[in-house]
């Protein structure tokens, strides 16, 4: 920081609070992640400044020349990496990717089916407090109680029954693949038009390391900062034939001028994400939640669904006497970073949280490995263990500090 300490030596500091905060905790958020400095260097850049009413070439002010050609940058990068015919960079975030995408085909009051919030979906998949609910009319579709995995039959069922005009696939708490095969022969079979949100899971798509729903989705949207690692914001891929649609609903449908500073940091993590390391950390970050979750069920957690293909493992913490919400506060006291979460089995019970749901991009990024994960199962497990007890905590939290002093993020 070169400018800030002299003008706002406040924000420096909290600033500079922050970055040790990051260095000295383990960030276990699933939404979350490191990206790479550069991407902070394009964010903070004063493209910042630049109004782009409109697209590149047709832009409703004048100066846009760099814009332009960093929004087709991005564009073009977006394309090669997911394979896309149609893209659109920006989005300021999820949620309006998603808002535009049943804007652009959809009639407020047009049917949608989505995953139900308590048992993965999103707020903006028509969560009641979401604006989405209130222009749309969605019905929910849940996993079976059981086995905590979505069960396409009964998807089918219901959508043959409810004739949503589209469907969502997409989930912001679901350790499994999502079939989009199944999905999209559902949405043929009722004329739905198939919207993925695979907000968690770009970087993991963009490396190859999962499936990719481009081939069997009419609309894919997500996320940068997730598993992508370029920094907030939205992106839309599509089809050829949506994108007038979708550019209009976008701009002007939803939004106002984008953050050029922000559709730079995507052309940068797009370049990043078309080389070998890029590919290399997402392959590392599923071998680690795979070593995780069996780590956690060595010490006897109950995984929901029973285990992970992506980044995320959901562990049942009231079988270890906490709620979730008291196990996320526990954690946070010794440095071990995440967020309490519903389970399937608190859908029914007003109020409940029973879940903290880990992800593995961030301690990924950081270098850790099979020996780490296995270290940090032993921090959650003697951290629940010690709830209340302030010395054992503390000797916990000895043991984080330690582990993340060796893998540093920035340094
Ligand atoms: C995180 C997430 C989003 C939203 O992203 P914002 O940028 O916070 O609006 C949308 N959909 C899913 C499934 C998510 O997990």
Redesign the pocket.
Known sequence: MQYLPQDDPVVAELIQREETRIENTLDLIA?ENHSPLSVAEALGSIFNTKTIEGYPGKRFHAGCENADEVENLAIERAKELFGAEYVNVQP???????LAVYFSVLKPGDRILAMSLPHG?????GHQASITSKCFNFKHYTVNTETELLDYDQIREMALEFKPNMIVA???AYPRLIDYQAMSEVAKEVGAYLLA????LGGLVAAGVIPSPVPHCDFV?F?C??TMMGG???VILSREKYGAKLNRAIFPGCQGTSAVNMIAAKAVIFKLALEPEFKAIQQKTIENAHSLASELEKRGFRLVTGGTDNHQVIIDVTQKGVSGAKAEKVMESVGLIANRNMIPADADKKGSISGIRLGTAGITVRKMAEPEMAGIAALIDDTLKADGNREELDKVAERVLDLAGRFPVYK
Request: no cysteine; charged share 10%; glycine share 18%.
């Open positions: 939404a300021h975030s999820g949620t309006s990717s998603n979906g999103h707020l903006s998949h997409g989930a912001s949100d695979v907000a968690h949207t996320t900062y997730k907030r914001g939205g």
